[in-house]
């Protein structure tokens, strides 16, 4: 039991890099990328080097992969990036920060519906007390409601805990780093229209431009993707989706200390209060199964897949 408990710890920690990589990624956004340009900065994040990293793995979908992958390419890469650069644009920083603090609830409700991952007591009321600690964390005087803002941010939640439940839902027949190749360069063709449209041609790159994007599309994409996938893969979505909680975290954390941003006490609390929810959204009773850990691993391939020892 100690084994598997410190595995899961294990996971936890890891997939816990990927939110902290995509908080820092507002640091680095603001300061070294080029102004007004979400949806190039967005493919270029995915595009390159997703097919980058597919000439590492250089294996293409087949069969009904094609579909599912461009399915969760949209959903989890093109479609969220977009709306969230749209809510970014139409909803001061902390509001947005808010609503998308929601998606541990919505994963929850998600996977009971598709994978009948039934959400625990203690997960839910760790994610309504998390959502309440982002509220506190960055929340400003310049809260305010935007129609188009609130429902891009609501539906950045909504594109993403579908996609991240399908991600469990549909196991695929390669390995994890092929299977995050597929869904960033479909996210990334998504985006590349769409871009040229609204944005026009590309626009001249700075030194620091280019170092911002390769940080961000290194650490803040690939890295953070692949263990993200990973933990999806090997623990309950809610347990996953309450660690995404610390993606503003490591906004605010940097921020302060990188930009010389204010933190109070209102933000001292929020930020327990965030910890506290992740960690006690954590706890799991006798009744609780394990997940693939120590013994156990899915069958990949299927649609349904059920532990089988290793």
């Not at 980058?52 to 390419?73: D, E, N, Y």
């Amino acid at each position: 039991m100690e084994t598997k408990s410190s595995a899961r710890w294990g996971v936890l920690a890891l997939t816990a890099l990927a939110p902290i990589a995509w908080g820092s990624g507002y640091y680095v956004t603001e300061t070294f990328l080029p102004p007004d340009r979400p949806l190039f900065g967005a493919t270029v994040r995915a595009l390159p080097f997703g097919l980058l990293l597919l000439a590492f793995r250089p294996r293409l979908p087949q069969g009904i992969w094609w579909w599912r992958t461009l399915v969760l390419g949209t959903l989890n890469i093109g479609a969220f990036f977009v709306l969230i650069f749209i809510a970014a644009y139409r909803l001061p920083g902390g509001t947005a920060a808010t609503l998308t603090a929601t998606a541990p609830i919505a994963v929850m409700l998600v996977a009971w519906g598709l994978i009948g991952e039934r959400p625990r007591a203690a997960s839910l009321a760790g994610a309504a007390v998390g959502a309440a600690g982002v509220a506190l964390l960055v929340l400003r005087a310049d809260f305010a409601v935007d129609p188009i803002g609130v429902a891009a941010s609501l539906g950045a939640v909504a594109m993403s805990s579908l996609g991240f439940v399908l991600v469990k839902r549909w196991q695929p027949p390669v390995d994890l780093l092929t299977f995050t190749a597929w869904q960033l360069v479909a996210g990334g063709l998504v985006l590349l229209p769409i871009a040229l449209v609204v944005e026009g041609a590309p626009p001249a790159l700075s030194p620091s431009a280019i170092g911002g994007f390769l940080y961000l599309g290194v650490a803040g994409t690939l890295v953070a993707y692949v263990v993200w996938f990973h933990g999806l893969r090997r623990l309950p979505a809610g347990a996953v989706s309450l660690v995404g909680l610390l993606n503003p975290v490591a906004g605010t954390v940097i921020g302060v200390a990188l930009a010389g941003e204010s933190f109070g006490g209102s933000q001292a609390l929020g930020l327990l209060m965030v910890l506290a929810g992740i960690l006690a959204g954590q706890r799991r009773s006798p009744r609780d199964g394990d997940p693939d850990l120590a013994r156990l691993q899915p069958r990949v391939g299927v649609d349904h897949p059920e532990p089988v020892h290793a």
